[in-house]
């Protein structure tokens, strides 16, 4: 009876392990592939919840329906106007035919070493085939302008060339050479970007002294023109002012004639009205002409023929 009792306990025991080793779930983020001895068997599994396999002899290899990440490392990459650049890419792909994935790369990793052989590939025909201002831009650029003057006159043609493809249709260049390559290992390409584009070291650090001469050349042309026209500008003050003082000036002088002479005219018609008011005018014009020539401190001596003796001689006779 305990041994009846043992029996089917163990058989129950092996009964539940091949089960649990027959059933597997497969999520929604999934897909299987079974294969037996190491070959595949049966179409792939891309539907979600519980599957089942042959106990012992099946396996289950599980894939990613998710969209997968690529991200190359930065390469030094030649252009096709011969200057060196570090080029850094990424890209989204997915398993598009899980059992070719399986017959070609086996897995995740070794489909990542086989896109990076693609995808650099094709980066690098692409770059070397582009001038550089093709691989970083994609429209064209307006020079900005000074006056009636254009930046482009001064040294910077490069950065104002026309561009005929740009930088979104190159990728676009490599992502369809690639995908082709990639189709036959199983897997979509769904996109690829440029992550950085940078000179190499010593070629940033000559562009950059190239960039500050530029600028400092500019700058300089820039300060000069506006100090010739901050000159020409004093200039132009000093000119007016120096016309509106003479004007001023000879205004002034005209009104200062033009008074005198009615000055003139009035003392002449008021000297000329009777001998009376002659001899009293010349009196008071005298008198003044005491008054501010002589002080108390003064010693003054005088001839008899002396226009002042004369009428101290006349004041003291009478």
């Known amino acids: 009876m305990k041994n009846s009792k043992l029996l089917i306990g163990a058989v129950v025991v092996v009964l539940l392990i091949i089960v649990f ?8 983020t999934q897909q299987v592939i079974i294969t037996r001895f190491g070959k595949p068997r049966g179409n792939p599994i891309v539907s979600p919840g519980i599957h089942f396999k042959f106990p012992l002899l099946d396996d289950a290899h599980f894939f990613e329906k998710r969209f997968l990440e690529w991200d190359g490392d930065a390469n030094q990459i030649p252009t096709a106007d011969k200057r060196f650049i570090w080029v850094d890419t990424y890209a989204r792909w997915r398993i598009s035919d899980p059992l070719l994935f399986f017959q070609r790369v086996r897995d995740e990793r070794g489909a990542q070493a086989r896109l990076d052989d693609i995808l650099d590939g094709e980066t690098r025909n ?3 085939n582009h001038k550089l201002v093709e691989i970083v831009r994609n429209t064209n650029r307006t020079p900005l302008t000074y006056g009636d003057k254009s ?14 493809i740009g930088r979104e249709k190159i990728t676009r260049e490599i992502l369809t050479a690639s995908r082709e390559r990639a189709k036959e290992l199983g897997v979509e390409l769904l996109d690829l970007r440029f992550k ?7 070629v ?7 960039m500050i001469t530029e600028r400092k050349r500019i700058a300089d042309k820039f300060r000069s023109e506006g100090q010739g026209e901050a000159s020409k500008i004093l200039g132009d003050k000093e000119r007016e002012l120096k016309r509106i003082q003479s004007e001023a000036y000879r205004t002034a002088q005209t009104i200062i004639g033009k008074a ?3 000055a003139t005219a009035i003392y002449a018609r008021a000297y000329n009205r009777n001998a009376q008011a002659r001899e009293f005018y010349r009196f008071l014009k005298t008198l003044d002409t005491y008054k501010n020539t002589f002080s108390e401190k003064d ?7 002396s226009d002042f003796y004369k009428l101290l001689q006349n004041i003291s006779g009478r």
């Open 299 to 305: 010693v003054l001596i005088l001839s008899t023929k």
């Open 21 to 28: 080793s027959a059933a597997f779930v497969v999520d929604e």
């Open 126 to 128: 692409a770059i070397a």
């Open 204 to 210: 940033r650090r000559k562009v950059y002294e190239r």
């Open 196 to 202: 950085r584009i940078n000179y190499v070291e010593e």
């Open 151 to 164: 930046v482009q006159e001064e040294g910077f043609e490069d950065v104002f060339a026309k561009i005929k």
């Open 260 to 262: 005198d002479a009615e």
